[in-house]
């Protein structure tokens, strides 16, 4: 497993933008991007593995930006066009591979909050 250290969220206008950033404590195979409201599950907002292929929750598509520098071992989520809706608490998420078996890691989470 990795330690895992968010930040970049706020409060931010609707139509705004925010970037997020989480810095891993080693290198992991494919880092996420997850939030979660209250009251509900942890859901997946877009992902980056090795080599660089992405994936986004349909509901951020065109909208959210993830990336990665490997030399840091940080992963960013570039967040325009904000709407209320994506206020939620934001955790990155690492996925590390030692001898065939998979590790998931989990940042403190930062809070986006957009308002109307």
């Known amino acids: 497993q990795v330690q895992l250290v968010e930040s970049g969220g706020g409060l931010v206008q609707a139509g705004g933008s925010l970037k997020l950033s989480c810095t891993a404590s080693?290198?992991?195979?494919?880092m996420n991007w997850y939030r979660q409201t209250p009251g509900n599950e942890r859901d997946f907002v877009a992902g980056i593995i090795c080599g660089s292929s992405t994936n986004y929750a349909d509901s951020v598509k065109g909208r959210f930006t993830i990336s990665r520098d490997d030399a840091t071992n940080t992963v960013y989520l570039q967040m325009d066009s904000l709407k209320p809706e994506d206020t939620a608490t934001y955790y990155c998420?690492?996925?590390?591979?030692?001898?065939?078996?998979?590790?998931?890691?989990w940042g403190q989470g930062t809070h986006v909050n957009v308002s109307s």
């Open positions: 998420n690492a996925v590390t591979v030692t001898e065939g078996n998979y590790k998931n890691s």
């Open positions: 080693g290198r992991a195979s494919a």
